[in-house]
């Protein structure tokens, strides 16, 4: 047990009436508009999106889908002019952030959901030691001494596996490694026991070896503190190592959910097989890549109908005419925003 750390046992999470924990986050209807000289970009548009507690949701999607707008949005960190940001709700742990004053949300920042980025070294001062770091969250959260601060900084060392935390706190960035400075970051990020860990593509700069240690890290702390995982990534491997669910987004929509399994092995929309046909395939070494034909879209100029339809080989004179809404498919959780979601299916496996 990592008590001690601050860390919020689950019977301590505020519970729904029927005992359940509430959903990590339920976002329903999002969209994101930045407005810049040359027009309006919707970055994220009618986004809807469920993780429960203790799950993995993968989210997948080319570099512009929209992906890191949707974490951001979440966060409360688009709070600036020039974006607009707007939603029918987006609930985190039980808790609706859509109108809450942005003070509320910044409260909530590190307590109930955290962020973890990609650039370890960016995101830590250079110029302060470790244990201070993850203990002023302690200090300023917790009101705690500078000393039961570094005590715990200790701890968190330890539960994310770095060797020796209590000398390791004296330490600055630059003398950890690129693996074990994200994994203090991940640290920090779960310092106060969030619901929802957000991690934007956490292990992109590493080698393979240190990305699947962090992705272990992800999964072990998932279970032992029970925090849904928003994982967003464009690298299928990490989606398939430790995500229960995929969601893929599509300039700025989700267009196709369901299980890791469901999606990867059968996919009911024509980009997530196209996305899948465009990495490599460890089981089959010899198959030939085939990227994905076209260019991703323009967001000043959306293709009509399904945003997809010009790169797609399954459109018909139906896709630009008549755009496709996400809609339930046979299994549990699993949907698809596209016209020939069954036949892809069949014709995948
Ligand atoms: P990714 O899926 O690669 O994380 P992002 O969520 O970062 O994509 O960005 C989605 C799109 O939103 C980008 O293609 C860009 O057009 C737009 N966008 C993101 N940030 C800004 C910004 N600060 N100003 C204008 N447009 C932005
Ligand atoms: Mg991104």
Redesign the pocket.
């Known amino acids: 047990m990592i008590s001690g750390a601050g860390l919020s046992g689950p019977a301590e999470v505020r519970r729904s009436p029927d005992g359940d924990l509430p959903a990590a986050l339920r976002i329903r209807h999002l969209d994101v508009t ?1 407005t ?1 000289r040359r027009g309006e ?1 919707p ?1 994220v548009r009618g986004l809807d999106l469920d993780i429960a507690a203790g799950e993995v949701l993968a989210l997948l ?10 974490a951001r949005a979440v966060m409360g960190l688009l709070d600036h002019p ?2 607009r940001v707007r939603a029918d709700e987006v609930r985190v742990a039980g808790t609706d952030l859509n109108g809450l004053h942005p003070d509320r949300i910044r409260a909530l920042r590190g307590e109930t959901m955290a962020l973890v980025f990609q650039d370890a070294l960016s995101a830590l001062n250079p110029v302060l030691s470790i244990g201070d770091q993850l203990g002023e969250v302690f200090r300023i959260h917790r009101g705690l001494s500078r000393r039961a601060a570094r005590a715990e900084a200790a701890e968190l060392l330890r539960l994310v596996g770095i060797p020796a935390p209590d000398r390791r706190v004296r330490d600055y960035p630059h003398q950890f490694s690129g693996g074990m400075r994200q994994r203090i970051l991940i640290a920090m990020a779960v310092a106060l026991g969030p619901r929802l860990l957000i991690a934007d593509e956490p292990t992109t700069a590493l080698d393979v070896t240190v990305q699947a240690q962090i992705l272990e890290l992800v999964d072990r702390l998932r279970a032992e503190l029970g925090m849904g995982v928003l994982l ?1 990534t464009h690298d299928l491997g990490v989606a398939a190592e430790i995500a229960d669910r995929v969601a893929v ?1 599509y300039a ?1 929509r989700i267009v196709e959910t369901g299980t890791v399994t469901e999606v990867l092995d059968g996919p009911a929309h024509p980009y997530t097989a196209a996305l899948l046909r465009s990495v490599p395939d460890l089981e089959q070494p010899g198959d030939l890549l085939r990227p994905i034909p076209g260019s991703p879209p323009n ?1 000043l100029a959306l293709p009509t109908g399904c945003a997809f339809h010009p790169r797609c080989d399954r459109a018909t004179q139906r896709c630009p005419a008549d755009r496709p809404e996400r809609r339930p498919l046979a299994a549990p959780g699993r949907s698809a925003a596209c016209h020939y979601a069954e036949e892809t299916v069949d014709a995948a496996v």
């Not at 999607?61 to 949707?70: A, C, F, I, L, P």
């Open positions: 930045f810049n970009i970055a999607g080319e570099s512009g889908s929209g992906k890191s707008v949707t020039g974006v967003i987004m700025g967001l």
